[in-house]
Nanobody, 123 residues
Framework: QVQLVESGGGLVQVGGSLRLSCTAS????????MGWYRQAPGKQRDLVAA???????TYADSVKGRFTISRDNAKNILYLQMDSLKPEDTAVYYC?????????????????WGQGTQVTVSS
């Protein structure tokens, strides 16, 4: 079972940038698709971006053009570069290893999740 740990969250002003990282231990990302999700208070957990081992990507409409997902398969690290941040980006961000290899990413029972990292964008 892979253990995922997110880092890089914090408090940033509107228009600022953050880079989130997700590292794996216990197992490798493998060929599975990887994704970033976020959950704001009182809301469901939503997909932000996902990436395959071949770097095919998909993004939520709300973050297209502002966020960039990438992965370093050799180092087992997943990244999320977040630019032009808005107050509505405030949430706990989670990384996850999908159950399959392709997109759309598939998450469900058996999906490995990190503990989350808080991102707060102040106006």
């Amino acid at each position: 079972q892979v253990q995922l740990v997110e880092s890089g969250g914090g408090l940033v002003q509107v228009g600022g940038s953050l880079r989130l990282s997700c590292t794996a231990s216990g197992s490798r990302f493998g060929i599975n698709a990887m994704g970033w999700y976020r959950q704001a208070p009182g809301k469901q957990r939503d997909l932000v971006a996902a990436i395959t081992i071949n770097s095919r990507t998909t993004y939520a409409d709300s973050v297209k053009g502002r966020f960039t997902i990438s992965r370093d398969n050799a180092k087992n690290i997943l990244y999320l570069q977040m630019d032009s941040l808005k107050p509505e980006d405030t949430a706990v961000y989670y990384c996850a290893r999908g159950l399959g290899v392709g997109l759309p990413i598939v998450a469900g029972p058996g999906t490995s999740w990190g503990q989350g990292t808080q991102v707060t964008v102040s106006s």
